[in-house]
């Protein structure tokens, strides 16, 4: 059984640029989750997708934007980026039904 | 979302038990508990969880109290990869389905000493 997986692990972009993350879900989950954890915070619920659509949304603005493909493969969009965008990007996968979520390894973005 | 409040930091010694305290005396009928651990560098690793009955697995023991207002995460034997960050957090079924947001707080820093 394979775990989450994240791509890629470091990401070096320029203020005002667009970044893509992508998220391979644990085998046999359906249901993929995003956060944002800042340095020295806990993560912070950016959105969940389930069956190819946003399934529950956190404070966060528009420019954060999501997808779900058919085999529940994920990826985070972030156009615009600000400074404050700096941070590890975790995604976690899950059974719909069921309430352990199992997380990647995380993305680490810093904004220059 | 119900409030959990954790120490911010704990020690232990190896091989000792140890007991990870949270309180949440806001918590509603249909809030589940669940513990997370994140070690360093690394995401966040399900523990446990319960509703209303304590519960183990191989990892830790979940005792929750009868009022359900607070719980306590044990770890039979701490070692040294024990030492990590952990959440308490509340977790809300909506709608007779898993709601997946799970909202961390600072958790409890638990530090082991060899």
């Known amino acids: 059984e394979t775990g989450v997986t994240q791509s890629p692990t470091h990401l070096i972009k320029t203020r005002g640029q667009q970044v893509t993350l992508r998220c391979s879900s644990q085998s046999g989950h359906n249901t993929v989750s995003w956060y944002q954890q800042a340095l020295g915070q806990g993560p912070q619920f950016i959105f969940q997708?389930?069956?190819?659509?946003?399934?529950g949304r956190g404070n966060f603005p528009p420019r954060f934007s999501g997808l779900q493909f058919p085999n529940y493969s994920s990826e985070l969009n972030v156009n615009a980026l600000e400074l404050d965008d700096s941070a590890l990007y975790l995604c976690a996968s899950s059974s719909r039904g069921r309430g352990e979520q199992y997380f990647g390894p995380g993305t680490r973005l810093t904004v220059t | 979302d119900a409030k959990t409040t954790q120490p911010n930091s704990m020690e232990s010694n190896e091989e000792e038990p140890v007991h990870l305290p949270c309180n949440h005396s806001t918590i509603s009928g249909t809030d589940y508990i669940h513990w997370y651990r994140q070690l360093p560098s690394q995401g966040p690793e399900y523990v446990i969880h319960g509703l209303t009955s304590n519960v183990n697995n191989r990892m830790a023991s979940l005792a929750i109290a009868e009022d359900r207002k607070s719980s306590t995460l044990i770890l039979h034997r701490a070692t040294l990869r024990d030492a990590a960050v952990y959440y308490c957090i509340l977790r809300v079924l909506a709608g007779g389905t898993s709601y997946g947001k799970l909202t961390f707080g600072q958790g409890t820093i638990l530090t082991v000493h060899p």
């Open positions: 997708y389930y069956r190819e659509e946003e399934n």
